[in-house]
């Protein structure tokens, strides 16, 4: 059995396995979408393929539209080599319920691929795409340092530099590709557009219209676009930047999985590593619970995704929503877990959630530090979204979601992970920054975490980080044992307003952190009994 569109012709095969096939005609609809294009998505992995594939694809089923989706690459071009040109852009969707058993359904609503790299021959067909008014949505997974125009010392990065002096011709930065691709609706007729980030991060649709503005006006000072470009862009009639709270764990291609399938019968399952570290698969394993909150403001029209389950809203409630989860009630979680887990040495999220430790760490987070500073958003119930994060979500042993992948981009999360809650605190009558506890303990485990050493104090493979070089210039001169180097070289870091959205000695918390390092770097050993000493926990 082979996923190809060829292969799923076979449907009594696939069906006596218990897979579900799409419930429409692949082909039409790939044919359909190219002549009239609705909606193109950047970033073409694994949580586009394992989530927003799969909510047009329940359209799709339900005969409620006849267009699919366009997914665009701009980083990792191996991607669309290795997975979708082969499989015909089929891909496959394996639910990993918390009984162990699979849902298994072929998604068909991926209906063209594009690599979006201005010297490849894609990039005239994504000018054309952009230039049809048809067009409703551009939607992205980029992750959140791809909206980063800056670097550590608030300098442009290279690319950035170069595509601002060098135009609109040869972009190299996504923000720049897309800004460029703007310019070409813009010249085609001032189209409408929506442009929503799904990415996992507050105020993504305000951080995407912010990088856009930036290099257009950039553009416009050295002559490349003119002034009208940029009142389109800001016109919300025109072009919008709707808010999203999106969450579905999406982790690396399990090698169980991977097993089940071939078992199945199914050939060509191999989980492949790219060039550039993307660890993908011609399947999509996933949790089955899943949540995708948007601000309804789309200019151009959309899909009624409400009959796939998201909700629309206004933008307030989705800022509410988004805060419930990336600032208190999950996010934060994930980010603790992920640096005690590395220290600890644990390979799976689920794991973790077994040291009773680790467990009452998560719950104090959001519990005990995180519900008292959530708004209600109404559409969701925060203390019942946190319950089932801790109770269920996290342990389902046959998610195969590691520490280290989470751990990935730390210092472009941990200001909106736990700076947000520091700020509500200090902004609240009611509450004191220095009642926290276990915030700036989990801010102390990541400097130590950055060591690169684990709690025995042998070597470990730090996750990829853009900061980590400028991080390290500092942390590296700390030596397990050695508290006298601690003050003068996280003062650095802890002081830095654009790691943690605020200066932590300005708001009480700096010696506490220091304190709890202190303790974290007394030996081998320390991480452990650090969290029994102030958790009362045993493993």
Known sequence: MLLTREGIKDVEKWRSRGIKLPNYDVEEISKRTKESPIWLHFGAGNIFRGFIALLQQNLLDKGLIDKGIIAVESYDYEIIEKIYVPYDNLSMLVVMNIDGTLEIEVIGSISDKIIADPSHSDWERLKNIFSNPSLQIASFTITEKAYNLKDFSGEYIKDVKEDIEEGLDK????????????????????????????????????????????????????????????????????????????????????????????????????????????????????????????????????????????????????????????????????????????????????????????????????????????????????????????????????????????????????????????????????????????????????????????????????????????????ISNIKLGDVDSVKDNLKPILSNVNIFGVDLYEVGLGERIESYFKEFIEGPGAVRRVLEKYLGCKE
């Open 171 to 474: 972009p190299k930065h996504i923000i720049s590709k897309v800004t460029s691709l703007l310019y070409e609706r813009y010249k085609a007729g001032k189209y409408p557009l929506a442009l929503l980030s799904l990415d996992n991060f507050s105020g993504n649709g305000e951080r995407l219209f912010n990088s856009i503005k930036t290099i257009a006006e950039e553009w416009i000072k050295k002559g490349f676009v003119e002034e009208g470009f940029l009142n389109y862009l800001t016109d919300s009639t025109k072009v919008s930047f709707p808010l999203s709270m999106i969450d579905k764990i999406v982790p690396r291609p399990s090698e169980e999985v991977k097993k089940k399938l071939e078992d199945l019968g199914i050939e060509r399952m191999d989980i492949i590593k790219t060039s550039k570290n993307t660890i993908i698969a011609p399947f999509v394993n996933a949790e089955k619970i899943h949540y995708l909150v948007i601000e309804d403001k789309f200019p151009n029209g959309r899909p009624p995704l409400e009959e796939a389950g998201v909700i629309f809203t206004d933008k307030e409630t989705v800022e509410k929503v988004e805060r419930m989860k990336v600032t208190t009630c999950l996010n934060p979680l994930h980010t603790t877990l992920a640096i005690f887990g590395c220290l600890l040495n644990y390979s799976t999220i689920a794991d973790e959630m077994k040291d009773p430790c680790l467990k009452k760490l998560v719950e104090k987070v959001g519990y005990d530090e995180g519900l008292p500073v959530v708004v209600h958003p109404g559409v969701l119930d925060p203390e019942e979204f946190l319950r089932e994060v801790i109770e269920v979500r996290f342990p389902n042993p046959y998610m195969p979601d590691t520490p280290q992948r989470i751990a990935t981009d730390t210092s472009q999360k941990i200001a909106i992970r736990f700076g947000e809650t520091i700020k509500s605190y200090k902004q609240r009558s009611d509450l004191k920054v220095t009642d926290l506890k276990y915030i700036p303990l989990v801010i102390a485990g990541w400097l130590r975490y950055l060591m690169g050493l684990d709690d025995e104090g042998n070597p470990m493979t730090l996750s990829p980080d853009p900061l980590l070089e400028d991080l390290r210039s500092h």
